[in-house]
Every structure is written in structure tokens, then in C-alpha cells.
């Protein structure tokens, strides 16, 4: 599956020719634009539910990264609370102590 499904790819100079409102007309509808300067991608124009599609498919593919790269580095250790606190200096009594501004 490629990131932009349904292209059409144009000129710069085909771009100012045809306008903005063409070139948004065609996104809307669900035709991606690849604007090309020198036969060289240099922008596109998507609908705004497709980008908002792909920065979904972004965020949820930088939470898999993290889920499976915490599943390959579980080392089955757990700390509890009291251990940390303790590491720090703390326990759970000497932080109820601490007033509240």
C-alpha cells in the first residue's frame, strides 16, 4: 500500500496554470497532487481527512515501535513503589509529610 494511493502528478508550472482551486478540487475529491519541479516531487496536496489519516497512522505506528521495543528489552523485573521511593530517599510516610501549598 503506498502512503498516497490515488496521485496525480503535475508541473509547477502546469500548477500555476491550473490554479489553486483546481488543485484543491482534486484533493477533495480523493486525488492526491505530487506538484514536480525539475521531474523532482516538491510538494503535495492531500485532502485534510487524509492527512489527518496519516498522522494517525504515524502516531500509531511510533506506539507499536515503543510497544515492541519495550516487549524485546523486558527483562521480567518489576520495582515496587517502596523500592523507588526508598532509592530516593523517601517512603511513602515522609512524602504525606510534605505540606501541600
Given at each position: 500500500m503506498a502512503i498516497l494511493e490515488?496521485?496525480?502528478?503535475?508541473?509547477?508550472?502546469?500548477?500555476?496554470?491550473?490554479?489553486?482551486?483546481?488543485?484543491?478540487?482534486d484533493a477533495e475529491q480523493g486525488t492526491e497532487v505530487i506538484v514536480t519541479r525539475r521531474h523532482e516531487?516538491?510538494?503535495?496536496?492531500?485532502?485534510?481527512?487524509?492527512?489527518?489519516?496519516?498522522e494517525q497512522a504515524e502516531a500509531d505506528l511510533r506506539d507499536l515501535a515503543l510497544v515492541m521495543a519495550r516487549e524485546l528489552t523486558d527483562s521480567g523485573r518489576r520495582t515496587s513503589l517502596d523500592d523507588v521511593l526508598s532509592a530516593f530517599g523517601h517512603s511513602r510516610a515522609s512524602l504525606e509529610e510534605i505540606p501541600e501549598d
Open positions: 490515488h496521485t496525480q502528478k503535475i508541473s509547477v508550472t502546469d500548477a500555476a496554470r491550473r490554479g489553486v482551486a483546481g488543485i484543491v478540487h516531487p516538491v510538494a503535495a496536496v492531500v485532502a485534510f481527512s487524509r492527512l489527518a489519516e496519516l
